[in-house]
């Protein structure tokens, strides 16, 4: 009796935190490790989407980094305008390489990247770590490139040479 009772408490314990997952096709989530998420920003051939409230994930800027520099790719980067120069963003650097766009939003929607407008890399985060979901279905893949497309057209462009100019300013003023 002990034993079944602790059984089932661990099993609602599990439950509880997400560590016990469905088996069924539907709710099973395909979750990416950080040299995945590389290997398949990288493995881009045409474009590569990024929306972020910031732009801190290494495997993601290291990614983006072959996939425009290397491959030719075109990139567009998509971030909160609050977050654009804090110290861990890699937006400054992101800026600079060839092929790619950024532009600053008020605030972001989500955290996603679409890859040639045929796969998206869902973000959330889990216990304070980032988690990388894979979104296959077309639908919910057009539906990510339709709002990144419209956040693109209003977004403010961003670019390292006024992040240069404005810190000139801030001292020179000081």
């Known amino acids: 009796m002990v034993v079944k009772t602790l059984r089932i408490a661990l099993l609602s314990i599990l439950l509880s935190f997400g560590f016990a997952q469905s088996s069924s096709p539907e709710t099973q989530e395909h979750l990416l490790s950080d040299a995945e998420l590389t290997r398949l920003v990288a493995g ?12 801190d994930q290494r495997p993601l800027a290291e990614g983006l980094r072959v996939a425009t520099a290397e491959r030719g790719a075109k990139g567009h980067i998509l971030v909160a305008a609050a977050t654009a120069e804090a110290g861990p963003s890699y937006l400054p650097w992101a800026s600079i390489l060839p092929n790619t766009s950024t532009r600053l939003l008020a605030h972001t929607r ?65």
């Open 44 to 55: 881009a051939r045409s474009e590569v989407l990024i929306e972020v409230s910031l732009f």
């Open 110 to 174: 989500s955290g996603y990247v679409v890859i040639d407008r045929r796969i998206a890399i869902l973000i959330t985060e889990r216990m304070g770590l980032p988690v990388w979901r894979v979104e296959e279905n077309p639908a919910r893949v057009a539906a990510l490139v339709r709002q990144f497309v419209e956040a693109f057209q209003i977004a403010r462009p961003y670019s390292i040479q006024g992040m240069v100019q404005r810190r000139l300013r801030e001292e020179f003023w000081r």
